[in-house]
């Protein structure tokens, strides 16, 4: 068994409206630090295999095909065993 | 200038409706290994602060005030000088 962090972020050069909006509020409610805010997604999968290689190839399909959206984001991910 | 990376989760009693979607989606498109998915927030919050424990003060402030909802999720973070 194998837990996978995935971490899906947007490319640097996309607009992200929601990170604009977190940020805008951060402002408002005093913390005036704040320079850059970026939302993302943050997942975690738990697969029933047992060899890491077939686990890593099968989160990084998971990723291209669905948890992903290759053309305006990025994605990482960790595994560990559970 | 430091970069926090923000992770926030549903606690694990609560329902996730989402990590449930996600994992069916996954097991449509034959990924029958997943077991489990839940679907939570990554955020990066930059802070233009020199001193770390500041920081980290106010980091922890955001996300008690804004950016988890304490009730139903958890959060943590790392801090990194960007």
Redesign the interface.
Known sequence: ?YLAKV???LKPTVNDPQ?LT?KG??HN?G?A?????????????????SDPKKAHI?ID??CR???ANPVIENYRFDLEKA
Request: hydrophobic share 50%; proline share 0%; net charge neutral.
């Open positions: 068994m971490y899906v972020t990170g977190i509020a951060l409610l913390f630090s704040v320079e850059d805010v970026r939302a993302g997604k943050y997942i975690e999968v738990r697969v029933k295999e099968q399909e998971m095909k669905l948890l």
